[in-house]
Nanobody, 123 residues
Framework: VQLQASGGGLVQAGGSLRLSCAAS????????MGWFRQAPGKEREFVAA????????YYADSVKGRFTISRDNAENTLYLHMNSLKPEDTAVYYC?????????????????WGQGTQVTVSS
């Protein structure tokens, strides 16, 4: 499975961005897809995840109510709609795919990773 993330950029606090993650290769093996982020000097952290074949979605408390994860299975694309952005949301955002159905918030559950896209929120 190959993942290509895009859509990052510079936005003012309170603004919105939509990230995309295009999956290719053995996409039929995907169980869950997720978004993680890593701010400078901090560890990579879970943001959101979606069951690839079902309707379940999961969010970190820090983004709940502001971010929405969605997917287009026909296009093999995962999205992260980010609203009411805050400076603390500034980070490199990574999409990832899990093919085994493991813990959705654990980095080691994900076997495949995209290259990351920078999101910068100015105050």
């Amino acid at each position: 499975v190959q993942l290509q993330a895009s859509g990052g950029g510079l936005v003012q606090a309170g603004g919105s961005l939509r990230l995309s993650c295009a999956a290719s290769g053995r996409t039929a093996s995907i169980y869950t897809m997720g978004w993680f982020r890593q701010a400078p000097g901090k560890e990579r952290e879970f943001v959101a995840a979606a069951n690839w074949r079902g309707i379940s979605t999961y969010y970190a408390d820090s983004v709940k109510g502001r971010f929405t994860i969605s997917r287009d299975n026909a296009e093999n694309t995962l999205y992260l709609h980010m609203n009411s952005l805050k400076p603390e949301d500034t980070a490199v955002y990574y999409c990832a795919a899990d093919v085994y159905g493991r813990n959705i918030a654990t980095i080691t559950s994900y076997s495949y990773w995209g290259q990351g896209t920078q999101v910068t929120v100015s105050s």
